[in-house]
T-cell receptor, first 112, second 113 residues
Framework: GENVEQHPSTLSVQEGDSAVIKCTYS??????FPWYKQELGKRPQLIID?????GEKKDQRIAVTLNKTAKHFSLHITETQPEDSAVYFC???????????FGRGTSLIVHP | NAGVTQTPKFQVLKTGQSMTLQCAQD?????MYWYRQDPGMGLRLIYY???????DKGEVPNGYNVSRLNKREFSLRLESAAPSQTSVYFC????????????FGAGSRLTVL
């Protein structure tokens, strides 16, 4: 099955700094690359995703970049705010599978 | 449109007791999933149902059973609860329309004493 790793496991930044979380995967057939955000005590929710035919996607302060050759994709958050504090999960999958494989999560802490 | 609804939100069991976690979605999604979440372990798949009438084991199925009652409902049963099953359980659904976009329920916190 797919092997997914996220780095770092914990990321601490000051408000206003940028944050980058990287997800590496093993299945070359993967073609869908989402990021989920889980606030403390809440459910995971999709915040941004990208398909394999696109290299980068932006939505206000967040962006996702994809490097299919190297089999990794990254979440970029600019101008971080305290409300960005959460655990972020990547969950790549291929079109032929119903099962996304979740990374172990990255805990982002934004200090005011 | 409630999305994915899980019950109960909290439950305390004694070792050996049984219980069923209920999950229903009103989005006409084809696939449904049960995950457990433990500190530092991310989301681990227990069972999934690719479509109505089918169920398959995930990464950690031991000690659990599931039923896809109809397209809307997917239940998770613990026949004889063990302390190792203390966890937060999430149900999720997926329309499976070219991308695996999961919508999660609010979670069920289970404690087994």
């Amino acid at each position: 099955g797919e092997n997914v790793e996220q780095h770092p496991s914990t990321l601490s930044v000051q408000e206003g700094d940028s944050a980058v979380i990287k997800c590496t995967y093993s299945d070359s057939a993967s073609n869908y690359f989402p990021w989920y955000k889980q606030e403390l005590g809440k459910r995971p929710q999709l915040i941004i995703d990208i398909r394999s035919n696109v290299g980068e996607k932006k939505d206000q302060r967040i962006a996702v970049t994809l490097n299919k050759t190297a089999k990794h994709f990254s979440l970029h958050i600019t101008e971080t705010q305290p409300e960005d504090s959460a655990v972020y999960f990547c969950a790549p999958s291929s079109g032929g599978s119903y099962i996304p494989t979740f990374g172990r999560g990255t805990s982002l802490i934004v200090h005011p | 449109n409630a999305g994915v609804t899980q019950t109960p939100k909290f439950q305390v069991l004694k070792t050996g007791q049984s219980m069923t976690l209920q999950c229903a979605q009103d989005m006409n999604h084809n696939s449904m999933y049960w995950y457990r979440q433990d500190p530092g372990m991310g989301l681990r798949l227990i069972y999934y149902s690719a479509s109505e009438g089918t169920t398959d084991k995930g990464e950690v199925p031991n000690g659990y059973n599931v039923s896809r009652l109809n397209k809307r409902e997917f239940s998770l049963r613990l026949e004889s609860a063990a302390p190792s099953q203390t966890s937060v359980y999430f149900c999720a659904s997926n329309p499976v329309s070219g991308a695996n976009v999961l919508t999660f329920g609010a979670g069920s916190r289970l404690t087994v004493l």
